[in-house]
């Protein structure tokens, strides 16, 4: 029997060419479409679960307190002091381990050296990460203090080959290290990545000042693994005292979250999360099978406007005895064929533009061939497009009455459902406006985002990691840098400017009330020059000068710092930072350090000899980019030959912080451009068919003299009015979600009626040629053809 179905379905498919083909592209390409989302819906619901005993695996977070005990704050670094505290009251956590580093630093073997991302942990990281170790012990390789564990990639990229145990690299041009390790590579959707992995004594030997961790500074990230997960409520009730009862300056409450839902779930609010990321995942995964589901109605579409057809078919079959549950199967069946080969089609585009979709988004998705969930995950989808776009074709057809299709009465176009069809084509095109004001919504946000005013110039600002010769032979780079004209001004500071990274409590003024230790402030480190290369907008007093011996010891304070401290005269007055009495020089204006989505936290800049590792340079506007780089280039070279010179822009630097909306953005554009497509297959797939149905007709109306238009009016205007009415219902429904995704920004835009009509009209139009086409042919066919057997 299933070998007689298959025939049917085969022959079926042969004689319908073009409906067949339609099909098969709406199909294919809904498909490929919907498992690219799917892909990267798993990549990103997967982040860091890949570990062994993620379920045990918390990040230790802060919440900020004011003198009431109300939650101000949450963040993901707590106080430097937490982590040993855990360590030693806390038996329910297993290992505990500080996360420091993350820089892009110079490494070498003798022969090659490269700036690849480090980090710094104690030793008890590798018990909490199940690493994947190639060679090398995981419970001694940090123990060491000048012990280094290397990722396969670092290994061979230095040494090509794994087989490096106990070989020397070079850190920083500075510190000879062993190697004690060699690990696998990190799947890309993990928080925590980087080339190679030093101990936390070697940390602590390079940088005095992390031997004495302040419970007042938050540094360094802290992971911790429990014994119990199901345990964590009264674990986290003890590590909720340790702050107060070792800092009394303010309150703070740290507590341990799970790591693995950090990245979706990482908005909170009253110390409580309240989502993040995951609304967009949910978003994406709607999106999937929106346009699965779009292609399922063209199928749906199309079998039932071939009804006429297929009703002779179905009576004979019943007269001589087929059940309606034959019937059933053999619609099924050809279903099912024509998934089968839409997934074929689908399996390869993915394949093929998987690629591009990486390339576009900026991610790593692989496809596990022999991942056996990958096969059960496009069966199901497979299982689920067949079943949806058969199913009701399938019992359509099988409900005809034996007789009255003999009798040629329930075959006539009008007899069918035509509402059911009318309300899936208005479904289809309400899909599609809908995703068209979202992409417009969405972009407009990105701009407005992008487009606020961040407080400095970025424009022709550029900056540089201030490593090796760079640091003690600054004045002579700077020198050396302004004289060839590539920069007119260039300054040096302790982070970049779109990089927030200093957070701390305890700064001391005249007159502070009792709840000024409870800010939380930001710090920037720098020297000469900042104002004059960064573009910072001075409200009031100056930039640091040598021409004030004084100015080794003095500070300048945000607008929004001075409005919390509730200074009136700033300038001139003198604050307390970690003991040492600074005198104030200026208040700038707020500028973006922190989230472009948020107002940034009070900020302090004050002079530093010691803490500087960046240097920022103003490029010279009558050289071209190219030309500026080369020639600073040249210079670095030459001062720090062992360093490969990276200059990065400002602009580029602060545009990768929208890479969430940017990559909602994408998938948005794309994505809706999809379902467009399909729609308009599935419209002219309808037109061609009515068209086709309607051939005596318009015979008969040429003869009788109509004309060209008055045939492309008959035929469109009904299917155009589908997508009016698809427009009447999108409009409402995409301004209500987006309204809702916009409530989300504390900086946001609105929706204009420009956006709303700029997506009916365009929905309209693409519907027009698409109808229209098909129209014009059908209208300009010769009426001869179609009388001449009548």
Same mark, same amino acid.
């Given at each position: 029997?299933?070998?007689? &179905?298959?025939?049917?379905?085969?022959?079926?498919?042969?004689?319908? /060419?073009?409906?067949?083909?339609?099909?098969?592209?709406?199909?294919?390409?809904?498909?490929?479409?919907?498992?690219?989302?799917?892909?990267?819906?798993?990549?990103?619901?997967?982040?860091?679960?890949?570990?062994?005993?993620?379920?045990?695996?918390?990040?230790?977070?802060?919440?900020?307190?004011?003198?009431?005990?109300?939650?101000?704050?949450?963040?993901?670094?707590?106080?430097?002091?937490?982590?040993?505290?855990?360590? %030693?009251?806390?038996?329910?956590?297993?290992?505990?381990?500080?996360?420091?580093?993350?820089?892009?630093?110079?490494?070498?073997?003798?022969?090659?050296?490269?700036?690849?991302?480090?980090?710094?942990?104690?030793?008890?990281?590798?018990?909490?990460?199940?690493?994947?170790?190639?060679?090398?012990?995981? %419970?001694?390789?940090?123990?060491?203090?000048? *012990?280094?564990?290397?990722?396969?990639?670092?290994?061979?990229?230095?040494?090509?080959?794994?087989?490096?145990?106990?070989?020397?690299?070079?850190?920083?041009?500075?510190?000879?290290?062993?190697?004690?390790?060699?690990?696998?590579?990190?799947?890309?959707?993990?928080?925590?990545?980087?080339?190679? @992995?030093? !101990?936390?004594?070697?940390?602590? $030997?390079?940088?005095?000042?992390?031997?004495?961790?302040?419970?007042?500074?938050?540094?360094?990230?802290?992971?911790?693994?429990? &014994?119990?997960?199901?345990?964590?409520?009264?674990?986290?009730? /003890?590590?909720?005292?340790?702050?107060?009862?070792?800092?009394?300056?303010?309150?703070?409450?740290?507590?341990?979250?799970?790591? $693995?839902?950090?990245?979706?779930?990482?908005?909170?609010?009253?110390?409580? $999360?309240?989502?993040?990321?995951?609304?967009?995942?949910?978003?994406?995964?709607?999106?999937?099978?929106?346009?699965?589901?779009?292609?399922?109605?063209?199928?749906?579409?199309?079998?039932?406007?071939?009804?006429?057809?297929?009703?002779?078919?179905?009576?004979?079959?019943?007269?001589?005895?087929?059940?309606?549950?034959?019937?059933?199967?053999?619609?099924?069946?050809?279903?099912?064929?024509?998934?089968?080969?839409?997934?074929?089609?689908?399996?390869?585009?993915?394949?093929?533009?998987?690629?591009?979709?990486?390339?576009?988004?900026?991610?790593?998705?692989?496809?596990?061939?022999?991942?056996?969930?990958?096969?059960?995950?496009?069966?199901?989808?497979?299982?689920?497009?067949?079943?949806?776009?058969?199913?009701?074709?399938?019992?359509?057809?099988?409900?005809?009455?034996?007789?009255?299709?003999?009798?040629?009465?329930?075959?006539?176009?009008?007899?069918?459902?035509?509402?059911?069809?009318?309300?899936?084509?208005?479904?289809?095109?309400?899909?599609?406006?809908?995703?068209?004001?979202?992409?417009?919504?969405?972009?407009?946000?990105?701009?407005?985002?992008? %487009?606020?005013?961040? *407080?400095?110039?970025?424009?022709?600002?550029?900056?540089?990691?201030?490593?090796? &010769?760079?640091?003690?032979?600054?004045?002579?780079?700077?020198?050396?840098?302004?004289?060839?004209?590539?920069?007119?001004?260039?300054?040096?500071?302790?982070?970049?400017?779109?990089?927030?990274?200093?957070?701390?409590? *305890?700064? /001391?003024?005249?007159?502070?009330?009792?709840?000024?230790?409870?800010?939380?402030?930001?710090?920037?480190?720098?020297?000469?020059?900042?104002?004059?290369?960064?573009?910072?907008?001075?409200?009031?007093?100056?930039?640091?000068?040598?021409?004030?011996?004084?100015?080794?010891?003095?500070?300048?304070?945000?607008?929004?710092?001075?409005?919390?401290?509730? @200074?009136?005269?700033?300038?001139?007055?003198?604050?307390?930072?970690?003991?040492?009495?600074?005198?104030?020089?200026?208040?700038?204006?707020?500028?973006?350090?922190?989230?472009?989505?948020?107002?940034?936290?009070?900020?302090?800049?004050?002079?530093?000899?010691?803490?500087?590792? %960046?240097?920022?340079?103003?490029?010279?506007?009558?050289?071209?980019?190219?030309?500026?780089?080369?020639?600073?280039?040249?210079?670095?070279?030459?001062?720090?030959?062992?360093?490969?010179?990276?200059?990065?822009?400002?602009?580029?630097?602060?545009?990768?912080?929208?890479?969430?909306?940017?990559?909602?953005?994408?998938?948005?554009?794309?994505?809706?451009?999809?379902?467009?497509?399909?729609?308009?297959?599935?419209?002219?797939?309808?037109?061609?068919?009515?068209?086709?149905?309607?051939?005596?007709?318009?015979?008969?109306?040429?003869?009788?003299?109509? $004309?060209?238009? !008055?045939?492309?009016?008959?035929?469109?205007?009904?299917?155009?009015?589908?997508?009016?009415?698809?427009?009447?219902?999108?409009?409402?429904?995409?301004?209500?979600?987006?309204?809702?995704?916009?409530?989300?920004?504390?900086?946001?835009?609105?929706?204009?009626?420009?956006?709303?009509?700029?997506?009916?009209? *365009?929905?309209?139009?693409?519907?027009?040629?698409?109808?229209?086409?098909?129209?014009?042919?059908?209208?300009?066919?010769?009426?001869?053809?179609?009388? /001449?057997?009548?």
């Amino acid at each position: 029997m299933f070998s007689l &179905n298959l025939k049917i379905s085969l022959r079926n498919l042969w004689r319908n /060419k073009v409906s067949s083909v339609i099909n098969i592209i709406g199909l294919a390409v809904g498909l490929s479409a919907c498992l690219l989302l799917l892909l990267y819906v798993n990549y990103e619901v997967n982040f860091d679960r890949h570990f062994k005993d993620a379920d045990k695996i918390y990040q230790v977070m802060t919440n900020f307190q004011d003198a009431s005990g109300k939650i101000t704050s949450t963040g993901g670094v707590p106080g430097n002091g937490i982590a040993m505290a855990i360590k %030693n009251k806390i038996p329910e956590v297993d290992a505990i381990t500080r996360i420091g580093g993350g820089d892009n630093s110079l490494i070498a073997n003798g022969e090659k050296s490269f700036k690849k991302t480090d980090l710094f942990a104690d030793p008890e990281i590798l018990k909490v990460f199940s690493y994947g170790f190639i060679a090398g012990d995981p %419970n001694t390789a940090l123990n060491a203090q000048n *012990g280094i564990v290397l990722t396969e990639s670092m290994a061979k990229l230095l040494f090509g080959t794994t087989e490096v145990l106990n070989k020397t690299v070079r850190y920083k041009d500075a510190f000879n290290l062993k190697v004690t390790g060699v690990m696998k590579d990190l799947p890309a959707n993990t928080t925590l990545r980087y080339d190679y @992995l030093m !101990s936390w004594a070697f940390f602590q $030997s390079i940088n005095p000042y992390v031997k004495n961790p302040g419970w007042g500074d938050f540094s360094f990230l802290t992971i911790a693994k429990v &014994n119990n997960p199901k345990l964590i409520a009264p674990i986290n009730a /003890k590590v909720k005292l340790l702050f107060n009862e070792n800092y009394k300056e303010q309150k703070n409450q740290n507590f341990l979250y799970p790591l $693995s839902d950090l990245h979706l779930y990482g908005e909170f609010k009253n110390g409580k $999360s309240i989502g993040g990321d995951i609304d967009r995942i949910y978003l994406f995964v709607a999106l999937a099978f929106g346009i699965l589901l779009v292609a399922c109605i063209n199928f749906m579409n199309m079998a039932t406007a071939k009804s006429e057809r297929r009703a002779k078919e179905v009576g004979i079959k019943k007269t001589i005895g087929a059940t309606r549950g034959s019937l059933i199967i053999q619609f099924l069946t050809e279903a099912m064929v024509l998934v089968v080969v839409a997934v074929l089609f689908a399996v390869v585009i993915v394949e093929v533009t998987l690629p591009i979709f990486n390339n576009l988004l900026d991610i790593d998705i692989t496809i596990g061939y022999t991942n056996v969930a990958y096969w059960v995950g496009i069966l199901g989808v497979a299982m689920f497009t067949g079943l949806l776009s058969g199913m009701y074709p399938a019992f359509f057809l099988s409900s005809f009455n034996p007789i009255q299709t003999l009798k040629n009465k329930v075959a006539r176009a009008r007899l069918i459902p035509i509402n059911l069809r009318q309300v899936l084509v208005v479904g289809q095109f309400c899909f599609a406006i809908m995703l068209i004001i979202s992409t417009l919504v969405i972009y407009k946000q990105m701009q407005y985002i992008k %487009n606020r005013p961040i *407080g400095y110039n970025s424009n022709l600002l550029a900056e540089m990691a201030q490593d090796g &010769n760079l640091s003690a032979k600054f004045e002579l780079f700077k020198a050396q840098v302004l004289k060839s004209g590539a920069a007119i001004a260039v300054n040096q500071s302790s982070q970049s400017m779109t990089h927030v990274g200093n957070w701390f409590y *305890g700064l /001391k003024w005249p007159d502070m009330e009792e709840k000024g230790k409870e800010i939380v402030f930001n710090r920037l480190q720098t020297q000469y020059d900042l104002v004059k290369t960064t573009g910072i907008q001075l409200l009031d007093g100056r930039d640091f000068s040598k021409d004030f011996a004084s100015d080794t010891a003095t500070i300048m304070l945000s607008s929004n710092a001075v409005k919390v401290m509730q @200074l009136k005269n700033p300038v001139g007055k003198t604050v307390e930072l970690f003991g040492n009495k600074l005198k104030v020089i200026a208040v700038f204006k707020d500028f973006l350090w922190d989230s472009p989505y948020r107002p940034g936290k009070p900020m302090v800049i004050n002079f530093s000899k010691n803490e500087n590792s %960046n240097i920022n340079l103003r490029l010279n506007p009558n050289y071209s980019l190219s030309k500026n780089v080369e020639m600073i280039s040249a210079i670095a070279k030459q001062i720090n030959p062992q360093y490969p010179v990276e200059i990065k822009f400002v602009n580029d630097l602060f545009t990768r912080k929208l890479q969430s909306e940017k990559i909602l953005g994408i998938l948005a554009n794309l994505f809706g451009g999809i379902a467009i497509l399909i729609s308009c297959l599935g419209l002219y797939g309808l037109v061609a068919y009515s068209a086709e149905q309607r051939t005596k007709e318009f015979g008969v109306r040429r003869v009788l003299g109509a $004309s060209v238009c !008055s045939i492309m009016q008959l035929l469109s205007v009904s299917f155009l009015k589908m997508v009016l009415v698809a427009a009447f219902i999108g409009v409402p429904l995409a301004y209500y979600f987006m309204n809702k995704w916009l409530a989300g920004f504390e900086f946001r835009t609105t929706i204009s009626f420009s956006m709303i009509l700029i997506a009916i009209i *365009g929905t309209a139009v693409v519907a027009f040629l698409t109808v229209g086409f098909q129209a014009y042919k059908a209208a300009k066919a010769n009426p001869v053809e179609a009388l /001449k057997y009548e």
